[in-house]
T-cell receptor, first 113, second 114 residues
Framework: QQQVKQSPQSLIVQKGGISIINCAYE??????FPWYQQFPGKGPALLIA?????SEKKEGRFTISFNKSAKQFSLHIMDSQPGDSATYFC????????????FGEGTQLTVNP | DVKVTQSSRYLVKRTGEKVFLECVQD?????MFWYRQDPGLGLRLIYF???????EKGDIPEGYSVSREKKERFSLILESASTNQTSMYLC?????????????FGPGTRLTVL
C-alpha cells in the first residue's frame, strides 16, 4: 500500500524550463513533507521541506506548493539546469510516528543542455 | 557536517549466506534508519532505532534483523540472504528533538545475492 504516490516516473526538460513533480498522499495525519534529491552514487539529501500550515515554500529556484484539501504537494524547479539532473523523492511523516518517513516512488529528472 | 558511512559500496553474496551491513555516524544522532531502494518503489523502511538497544520494525522487516549496541553504529543483518534481497541499502540518521526532521543518508550499499 503506497501511502505517497509520485508522478511522473521520469521527466525530461530543456535547460531553462520548469520541472514539475507531483505527489499525493492518503494519510491526513501527515504533517511534514520533504523533498529529497539523489545524484548517482550518492545517498538522498534533503532539498526542501514544508509543513501544512503554509501553502508554498520557496528556496532559490525550488518551490514546494502544498494543497491540503486535495492532499497533494508538488516540487517546481524554475530555470532547470543540467546540474539538476537527479532522482527526486517526495516524502511525508507525522510527529506521532517518530518522524519516520514514507517515500514516494521517485522521479528521474533529466535536464538537457 | 554529518557523516554517515556504510561499510561497503558493493557486496556480492550467495543465497543462504548471513550478511552484515554496517552503518556508522559521527554526529551523535539518536535515530538511525535502514531503507532499501528499488526502481519504481522508492525507499522503503526496513527497521529503525530511536536510541541504543532500541529498534522498531518498519514497513518491510521480513528477512531482516538489526543491532544497535552503540549509539554511532547500526547494523542490518540478513539472516539467510535470498535473491529477492538484491537491492540498494541505505542508512540514515536523524537528530531527535532537533529543529528539523532532516534525515542524513549514507552513500548506500549495493547488494547482489546470487
Amino acid at each position: 500500500q503506497q501511502q505517497v504516490k509520485q508522478s511522473p516516473q521520469s521527466l525530461i526538460v530543456q535547460k531553462g524550463g520548469i520541472s514539475i513533480i507531483n505527489c499525493a498522499y492518503e494519510n491526513t495525519a501527515f504533517d511534514y513533507f520533504p523533498w529529497y534529491q539523489q545524484f548517482p552514487g550518492k545517498g538522498p539529501a534533503l532539498l526542501i521541506a514544508i509543513r501544512p500550515d503554509v501553502s508554498e515554500k520557496k528556496e532559490g529556484r525550488f518551490t514546494i506548493s502544498f494543497n491540503k484539501s486535495a492532499k497533494q504537494f508538488s516540487l517546481h524547479i524554475m530555470d532547470s539546469q543540467p546540474g539538476d539532473s537527479a532522482t527526486y523523492f517526495c516524502a511525508a511523516s507525522k510527529k506521532t510516528s517518530g518522524s519516520r518517513l514514507t517515500f514516494g516512488e521517485g522521479t528521474q529528472l533529466t535536464v538537457n543542455p | 557536517d554529518v557523516k554517515v558511512t556504510q561499510s561497503s559500496r558493493y557486496l556480492v553474496k550467495r543465497t543462504g549466506e548471513k550478511v552484515f551491513l554496517e552503518c556508522v555516524q559521527d554526529m551523535d544522532h539518536e535515530n538511525m534508519f535502514w531503507y532499501r531502494q528499488d526502481p519504481g518503489l522508492g525507499l522503503r523502511l526496513i527497521y529503525f532505532s530511536y536510541d541504543v538497544k532500541m529498534k522498531e520494525k518498519g514497513d518491510i522487516p521480513e528477512g531482516y534483523s538489526v543491532s544497535r549496541e552503540k549509539k554511532e553504529r547500526f547494523s542490518l543483518i540478513l539472516e539467510s540472504a535470498s535473491t529477492n534481497q538484491t537491492s540498494m541499502y541505505l542508512c540514515a540518521t536523524r537528530l531527535a528533538g532537533g529543529p528539523t526532521d532532516t534525515q542524513y543518508f549514507g552513500p548506500g550499499t549495493r547488494l547482489t545475492v546470487l
